[in-house]
């Protein structure tokens, strides 16, 4: 993947972006094209904090490359069982391995893990309107786009719990649809974590956003568009000023 962007912060975010924490942090945002038309990772760094508890809500990220194969195998990186690779932190990424493809994301699927399958779909599918692509009996394949990264929900027995390293999935959509967002989950009595906020970026545009929660708490953020696809506009000297923060760092 590529760095896209890269931004610091002095203090917490009003909508909990970087969790709970009232710090200074930064934001990476990672993939392998621009945010228009890519799956993208926003890896969060908290200065002071040197460990998450992780839990068992992200089960991990499938990536059609074998060249991601090669190079964990020229780089000497463990590949596990089933073509799986683990991240430092402990999160996982699952490798189909077929060529990386050239004409679509090579992200396939997020997966997170839900404790009852058809009420998750009653809100994804039925409260927000993402389509239904795949189903079995533990587990969906859902997003908005056939030619998207796909979002899959797979039941798990235990309970679902995002302990301290939690994350949330985002999506953009026009900024005249997000009060539609805001109403109809009213209606439907699921879950607003954030209302309608404006969040600033130093140097860059401010975006409109609104943070749900489904019925397992995996957050939601549909973020408006006009306003993201300025922000998210890919910064020729990400890597230099990540590789800056990463060398000025001493906590």
């Not at 934001?27 to 926003?42: A, Q």
């Not at 908290?46 to 090669?70: A, Q, W």
């Not at 306003?227 to 890597?239: H, M, N």
Request: hydrophobic share 35%.
């Amino acid at each position: 993947m590529k760095i896209l962007r890269h931004e610091e912060f002095t203090e917490g975010c009003e909508a909990a972006c970087n969790g709970p924490y009232a710090n200074r942090w930064s934001k990476t945002m990672v993939g392998y094209g621009p945010e228009d038309n890519h799956f993208v990772v926003e890896l969060t760094y908290n200065y002071p904090v040197k460990s998450y508890e992780k839990g068992n809500d992200f089960i991990g990220i499938t990536i059609k490359s074998k060249e991601v194969l090669d190079r964990a195998k020229s780089q000497n990186w463990p590949i596990l069982a089933g073509n799986v690779l683990e991240a430092p932190g402990g999160y996982k990424f699952f490798i189909t391995e077929e060529s990386q493809p050239l004409d679509r994301d090579p992200v396939e699927k997020v997966t997170l893990a839900c404790s009852n399958l058809a009420k998750s779909l009653e809100y994804w599918n039925g409260i927000l309107g993402l389509n239904i692509f795949d189903t079995t009996n533990k587990s969906a394949v859902i997003g908005f786009n056939d030619n998207e990264a796909k979002l899959e929900l797979q039941e798990i027995t235990e309970p679902i719990n995002r302990a301290q390293a939690y994350g949330r999935i985002a999506f953009s959509c026009p900024f005249n649809q997000q009060p539609i967002i805001d109403d109809k989950i009213k209606k439907s009595n699921a879950k607003i974590l954030t209302p309608l906020i404006s969040l600033d970026t130093p140097g860059k545009a401010t975006v409109r956003v609104i943070i749900l929660a489904d019925p397992d708490g995996h957050e939601i953020c549909f973020v408006d568009d006009e306003g993201f696809r300025e922000l998210s506009k890919v910064d020729p000297e990400a890597d230099g000023l990540l590789n800056k923060y990463i060398n000025k760092d001493t906590s």
